[in-house]
């Protein structure tokens, strides 16, 4: 399959690998084929004395050899008829035997082509091409082909259909080597994978780390004991209260490092890359001209290591944020964080988002450094309704964005480009009114950060509000 | 309810002063959203003291009774409080954004730029109907932006919402 890696012609047809109808079955295909087996070879070595009258077994030796070769002949049918076809404008991709499939993806329509390796197709040394396109269901699933041949289609889907994107991004920034980049991609696409630049690199022992020191944790770890003590002595109220709720974030911590085991966040001269994954190796690009938000979060407990993590809105991107695509940084270094910002905003103040995760903690204390953009904050009155986080409530502008702060103890900053503003909402609660404060939302796509900046003065609020209004408008003509 | 909505002059939002010069021409919704909305509170409070009034007749509890004084309080209460939701809606079509307030004791002011509508949508119910009020959404990226303009006159929403739908068009910056 990859022997014909220098391809003649890249809009012929093409087959995925044999090995894929199997691999896409899965593991069920696998037990099942293995339980055939196991059961045939107990029928041939007469060790099966469940069932003491021959035929029945005889019939059921039969029966699980046709299941074998209906299955094999429908997976080899299900191969013969699945191809796909990069196309002179679309992605083609043919399915089904009985339930024919033609799907077309237009490359103007692509938003994403990652590419997946589940533990079985890596085992064989397989990937799969999932093709995300706008509009719901619109998505395409080249699986599977083999690792050097997925390298090649995505690049020149990537080639193909993230001109414009990229185009878009070189005109949001003045980076000289970004447009250089940008010029060469088309003929690059074609050429060797390049390894491109590292801006950050997780190893394994920080995620473990930065997972143990999480408060979610912590009480992980207090409940151990209590669930033990209620297996001792058996109380059965106690076990049920605690153990679904223990095995639910037990889970899902798992999930999440098994999610982000071996985080990669690469740059070269196509675009942004991730790579990630345990079981699942997972590579995709970023869609920088699709972020919307950018939220920097540091719990509590990373502050002594002074980690960050970093996570973004992206549009059209799902909702569920269970597959873990929203994050840019799950910990990382301020280095590593201040680079991955850098890398997503050329343009960007990124001091402006260092001050607002670190000043004006104290009270009394100044709410800028260094003449950077400075933060404005809730009134000295708003203690009445957020008497720890008072301090922290604010918002700064800089050129291309506004940049929201937030939480004491859970530290956050979130950045919106101006361009980027979907609308803007005010809200003023009976006790507020009376305190003469007000709320502003700052609304963007779905995604992890929703910026919120709480109890400004309500004069203040306004002005925010106004002024925003202008500076997205002025911004968005500048941009489209 | 034409375009002589009335400028909110209370307190309130006033100081907001939209763009400064003067402030905005606010646009008031049609009252007879508030006879609509004061339908549906009497019927269910209606059935309430009915079914109240009923058992009381059955069963002679005075308990009964105070409930059934209880649903004429807020019935009564329901009745001045739609009237002070309605008349608290207002909107203003700005030079780039859609502006829409509401509420009296927990106020909100979204403002949507026509830029990011994405799809303005009218609607209307059997109820809203018959009075001949229909409600106006609008829907961005953000299914937390948005908003809707409930109660507007049939007429003035369709053209409302055609007029929203062709600033979309003309400044249309997507995401």
């Keep these: 399959m990859s022997a014909d890696a220098p391809s003649p012609d890249p809009t012929r047809w093409r087959r995925l690998h044999p090995l894929s109808p199997v691999l896409r079955g899965g593991l069920a295909l696998v037990a099942a084929v293995a339980w055939l087996v196991s059961n045939q070879v107990d029928a041939w070595l007469g060790a099966d004395s469940q069932l003491p009258d021959g035929t029945p077994l005889l019939w059921l030796g039969l029966a699980a050899t046709v299941a074998l070769l209906a299955l094999v002949a429908g997976s080899w049918l299900s191969w013969r008829v699945s191809r796909f076809r990069i196309g002179p404008s679309t992605l083609e991709v043919r399915t089904g035997l009985l339930l024919r499939q033609h799907r077309q993806v237009r490359y103007d329509r692509i938003q994403a082509v990652d590419l997946r390796r589940p533990l079985l197709a890596r085992l064989a040394g397989l990937s799969e091409v999932h093709v995300q396109s706008a509009g719901a269901g619109r998505d395409a699933r080249l699986s599977f082909l083999p690792h050097a041949e997925a390298h090649e289609v995505r690049r020149t889907l990537m080639a193909l259909a993230g001109r414009g994107d990229e185009r878009e991004l070189l005109d949001a920034t003045d980076a000289a080597d970004v447009a250089d980049a940008v010029d060469a991609a088309p003929a690059s696409a074609r050429t060797a994978p390049g390894r491109g630049e590292t801006v950050a690199r997780v190893p394994g022992e920080r995620l473990v780390q930065a997972w143990l020191f999480r408060g979610r944790t912590l009480g992980l770890a207090a409940a151990v004991p209590v669930l033990l003590w209620g297996l001792a002595t058996g109380r059965g109220g106690v076990v049920a209260a605690v153990g679904p709720a223990l095995l639910a974030i037990g889970g899902s911590a798992a999930k999440e490092l098994v999610r982000e085991w071996n985080f990669e966040l690469r740059r070269d001269e196509e675009g942004i890359h991730i790579s990630r994954g345990l079981t699942e190796l997972k590579s995709s690009s970023v869609p920088v001209h699709r972020i919307q938000a950018v939220a920097v979060r540091q719990p509590l407990s990373w502050r002594l290591p002074d980690w960050w993590s970093i996570e973004v809105n992206v549009a059209g991107a799902a909702t569920d944020r269970d597959d873990g695509d929203s994050v840019l940084l799950p910990v990382g270094t301020r280095q590593e964080a201040l680079a991955t910002l850098a890398v997503l905003r050329p343009d960007g103040d990124v001091h402006a988002v260092v001050d607002g995760m670190e000043v004006a903690e104290r009270l009394g204390g100044p709410t800028a450094s260094a003449g950077h953009a400075a933060y404005v904050t809730a009134p000295p009155r708003a203690v009445w309704l957020s008497p720890l986080v008072r301090q922290r409530h604010g918002y700064a502008v800089t050129a291309d964005a506004l940049l929201v702060r937030g939480g004491r103890l859970r530290r956050v900053v979130e950045v919106v480009p101006h361009a980027r503003v979907q609308s803007l909402r005010l809200r003023q609660g009976p006790v507020q009114r009376w305190l003469r404060l007000a709320t502003v939302d700052v609304l963007t796509t779905p995604g992890p950060a929703q910026p919120r900046v709480c109890h400004l003065d309500a004069e203040e609020a306004t002005r925010l509000l106004n002024a925003q209004v202008a500076r997205s408008s002025r911004a968005r003509e500048r941009v489209h | ?175």
């Excluded at chain 2, 606010?26 to 003291?49: D, E, K």
């Excluded at chain 2, 009218?122 to 908003?147: C, D, K, N, W, Y």
């Design chain 2, 1 to 175: 309810m034409a375009d002589s909505g009335a400028v909110e002059t209370e307190q309130g939002w006033e100081p907001v002063a939209l763009y400064g010069d003067g402030g905005p021409q606010w646009q008031g919704v049609s009252p007879r959203l508030a006879t609509a909305r004061s339908v549906v509170a009497s019927v269910v409070c209606g059935v309430l003291l009915a079914a109240a009034l009923g058992l009381w007749v059955a069963l002679s509890s005075a308990l009964l009774l105070v409930a059934a004084a209880g649903v004429v309080v807020v019935w009564l209460w329901l009745l001045w409080l739609v009237r002070r939701q309605v008349s608290a809606i207002s909107w203003s079509e700005q030079a780039e954004e859609l502006v829409i307030r509401r509420g009296r004791l927990r106020r909100s002011l979204v403002s949507v730029p026509y830029g990011r509508l994405q799809l303005a949508d009218m609607e209307s119910g059997p109820l809203s109907r018959h009075f001949g009020l229909a409600s106006v959404q609008i829907h961005t990226a953000s299914p937390r932006s948005g908003g809707s303009i409930p109660g507007l006159p049939v007429a003035e929403a369709e053209a409302l919402r055609t007029r929203l739908t062709e600033r979309g068009e003309s400044q249309r910056a997507g995401l």
